[in-house]
């Protein structure tokens, strides 16, 4: 038998996913001319915007965990957390008789606006990319922290995000199922407690590099925590330690210098360029 917290993984793991299901009506746009169709690109990596509208609310209610943040942003990156490639991709809200572009700046980051017109038309959002290369992701982070910083608030919050985007998308057996099975419909507050034979309810965290070691801080007080791969994994349910803690990673040897410049460009809060999806 798979120990819990790998049991939980996988149960999460569906639930994520299944934001990747096909669009509906978006991509069934007029020809104009001088338009660049993202939809022309066959499997885009999309969303839903009640999902995201989701994330949106949810960030709202629990902005107290990170009030310093100023708004929810999500990041594009490579399919397996890494930092993206190439051109910045082109993003916008669609439904069938309207676009919202979205801008992404240096990073291949991006806000996402209210907009009931969207919420009405179930509208998604749609890069140009494939989901088979990239994937969007929630980003949470107060700003000043130096690049291998991570703050425990920030990242309570950013699962409780990226939760309730994969409640809006999942299927409502799934969620359900989730439910009876964590005993609970606050999956995020699961993350507490010891589980016994050697497992955990430590929730992972991307640093988008490999890493070689991740410790937490708080006051005088530290701890050092697993890492696998680019992912810490932080006692979250633990109020113990406050949401002004932080975690420090170290990043492997091989890796230090991609690091400089591939794990703080997922990090960085400098001047930015925005792109517009036309």
Not at 6 to 16: H, N, R, S
Request: proline share 6%; charged share 25%; with cysteine.
């Amino acid at each position: 038998m798979l120990p819990l917290h790998a049991t939980l993984a996988l149960v999460l793991m569906l639930v994520l996913a299944s934001s990747h299901a096909p669009a509906g009506a978006a991509g069934q746009e007029k020809d104009e001319p001088g338009t660049v169709h993202i939809n022309a690109v066959k499997d885009p990596e999309m969303r839903t915007y009640r999902a995201i509208a989701a994330g949106l609310d949810t960030f709202d209610a629990q902005h107290a965990l990170a009030p310093a943040v100023p708004q929810l942003r999500f990041q594009v990156e490579g399919r397996d957390g890494e930092a993206l490639e190439g051109e910045r991709p082109l993003a916008r809200i669609a439904a069938d008789d309207f676009s919202i572009p979205l801008n992404l700046d240096e990073q291949a980051r991006f806000s996402v606006p209210r907009s009931q017109a969207a919420w009405d038309a179930r509208a998604e959002l749609i890069l140009n990319r494939k989901k088979s290369d990239v994937r969007v992701e929630t980003w949470v982070r107060t700003p000043g922290l130096a690049d291998n910083q991570y703050r425990m608030g920030d990242i309570r919050l950013d699962c409780r995000v990226k939760i309730a985007i994969g409640k809006a998308e999942a299927p409502f057996w799934v969620v359900g199922l989730v439910n009876g099975f964590l005993l609970t419909s606050d999956w995020c507050s699961w993350f507490k407690g010891a589980i016994p034979r050697g497992g955990d309810r430590n929730w992972p965290h991307s640093a988008g590099a490999k890493l070689a070691g991740a410790t937490l801080r708080d006051g005088e007080r530290s701890m050092a925590l697993k890492v696998s791969g680019k992912s810490f994994r932080v006692p979250i349910g633990d109020t113990s330690w406050s949401n002004d803690a932080l975690v420090e990673v170290s990043y492997a040897p091989a890796e230090d210098a991609a690091a400089q410049a591939a794990a703080p460009a997922l990090t960085r809060t400098a001047a930015e360029t925005p792109k517009t999806a036309p």
